[in-house]
């Protein structure tokens, strides 16, 4: 999966070099997501800000999901304690960054079951969601409660999404710091993709977990990467006149940043 992040002068893609990294960004994903379409007035967004939040429960539905995020947030901690006493890191802004770790650590691990678990004894939403998979399964012949819902105040509805959000925000929480952490942990570098190619063998001895790359959106090249704990490898595609994707066979100046 290659997830990339529109900005202002660059799209960013990301890949994700093992499955636990893959679950966060897929998570991310959809959190960010749920924050546009709850912050809208439009009923329809919000009918798919409930879609949203079921997607987060079938992504979170992994049993060891929240014991992996616990002992990421653990190890977090522990690295940045090592770092104490060091005179080029100041205390403050460490103090700050464990604060944060401990916070979200005690939230989530205060919750019983697996993430959206109080949502999934609500039996008004698993009746939603039982039916939001069917084409048009929602109209209101079928839901109508649901769909009287949909015709109260952007308020009324907006203070029940945020109700239901609550249950996942420790799991939204942890995943954006863990990620954010593991993003700050990469430098970016220049690196030649010749003819449309680039191929780096990894150094042994340590493990990257995320790759970024940073493309111009003017220059309409598209990238086809692939990596594994050895090698990572970008293949520069263009969308051609019938819509399909071609190698580009340009010669290309790509921002790669590996982080660990």
């Given at each position: ?89 100041s205390e403050a802004v460490l103090d700050g960054v464990v604060g944060r770790l401990e916070a979200c650590f005690a939230a989530l691990s205060s919750q019983s079951g697996r993430t959206g678990h109080a949502l999934t004894e609500n039996d008004w939403l698993m009746g939603i969601r039982s039916r939001i998979g069917i084409p ?125």
């Amino acid at each position: 999966m290659i997830k990339p992040i529109v900005c202002a002068t660059v799209i960013l893609y990301e890949y994700p070099f093992n499955e636990r990294i893959r679950t966060y960004l897929r998570l991310e994903h959809l959190f960010r997501r749920l924050a546009e379409l709850m912050a809208s007035d439009s009923a329809t967004d919000h009918h798919f800000a409930l879609v949203t939040m079921f997607e987060v429960i079938d992504v979170g539905a992994r049993a060891d999901l929240k014991s992996e995020v616990l002992k990421d947030l653990e190890r977090q901690k522990q690295t940045l304690n090592s770092y104490r006493g060091n005179p080029a890191i100041s205390e403050a802004v460490l103090d700050g960054v464990v604060g944060r770790l401990e916070a979200c650590f005690a939230a989530l691990s205060s919750q019983s079951g697996r993430t959206g678990h109080a949502l999934t004894e609500n039996d008004w939403l698993m009746g939603i969601r039982s039916r939001i998979g069917i084409p048009g399964g929602t109209c209101e012949f079928d839901l109508p409660a649901y769909y009287q819902w949909q015709h109260r105040e952007p308020t009324s509805r907006r203070a029940d999404l945020t109700r239901w959000f609550l249950t996942l925000k420790p799991l939204s929480d942890a995943v954006m710091l863990l990620l954010s952490m593991l993003r700050d942990s990469g430098t970016p570098a220049k690196v030649l993709a010749a003819l449309g190619q680039f191929r780096q063998n990894l150094p042994q001895g340590r493990t990257y977990q995320l790759l970024r790359l940073a493309l111009e959106p003017a220059s309409g090249l598209i990238p086809e990467i692939s990596g594994n704990r050895l090698m990572v490898s970008v293949r520069l595609m263009r969308l051609g006149p019938d819509d399909r994707l071609v190698a580009s066979g340009e010669d290309a100046t790509l921002d790669l940043t590996l982080c660990s």
